[in-house]
Each structure stands twice: as C-alpha cells, then as structure tokens.
C-alpha cells in the first residue's frame, strides 16, 4: 500500500488546513487509518485514527474540538481537517495504515510500530 498525504502549507494562527491522504496499491477498506505528527526535536506522536468502515475514530485530547478526521473508501482518501489551528500544531503530518489492529486498544491505535505503511508526510507550519 503506498500511501501520499498533501494539503499541509503555511497558515496563521486561528487558522484551518485540510489534509488529505491518498492511498494506492491496496484495498483501503481493510486498514484503520492513522495520522501522526512530528516537530522537530520530538518523537511521532498520534493525533487520530479512523476505523476501517469510517464508523469509530478516537483523538488526541490536545487537539479535540478542533481537529477531525473522516475517511471516503469510495475514493481511497483519508481526511484531516484542522481548525483553529495553533503554533504548536506546527509539524510535518503523516497518515500511517494499519492492517491487523483493533483501535479499541489504545495500544494498537497509538503506537507507531503498530501502523503498517506509511505515507511521506505534509508539513503544517503556523505562524503567529
């Protein structure tokens, strides 16, 4: 499974971006997908994740309310949209695809080793 997220850009403070990832080479249903980010200096961290059917999605609390994320197995495309965005939300962005795990366990819906393929990543930079 290949996986491209884009969408990510620079935005002021307040702000909303929609990130976007496509996947390929796959059958997208299959897969609980994930988004994680990364600032420089730190470890990967989760942000969200969406169940396979698109029907359960858990978050991190730093960012609910105000982050979302949904899925459109019609088109292989997983969605982040982000709202009200703040400076340390600035980071590069990856969706991540997980196969086997049940994302009731936070252990399976949080850890990076748990998460199959990898997308590339989108930096999200906001100024203040």
């Known amino acids: 499974v290949q996986l491209q997220a884009f969408g990510g850009g620079l935005v002021q403070v307040g702000g909303s971006l929609r990130l976007s990832c496509a996947a390929s080479?796959?059958?997208?249903?299959?897969?609980?997908m994930g988004w994680f980010r990364q600032a420089v200096g730190k470890e990967r961290e989760f942000v969200t994740v969406?169940?396979?059917?698109?029907?359960?999605?858990f978050i991190k609390d730093s960012v609910k309310g105000r982050f979302t994320t949904s899925r459109d197995n019609a088109k292989n495309t997983v969605y982040l949209q982000m709202n009200r965005l703040k400076p340390e939300d600035t980071a590069v962005y990856y969706c991540?695809?997980?196969?086997?795990?049940?994302?009731?366990?936070?252990?399976?819906?949080?850890?990076?080793?748990?998460?199959?393929?990898w997308g590339k990543g989108t930096l999200v930079t906001v100024s203040s």
């Open positions: 969406i169940s396979r059917s698109g029907g359960s999605t």
């Open positions: 080479g796959g059958t997208f249903s299959d897969y609980n």
């Open positions: 991540a695809a997980n196969r086997e795990g049940n994302i009731l366990s936070k252990r399976n819906r949080e850890d990076v080793g748990r998460y199959d393929y």
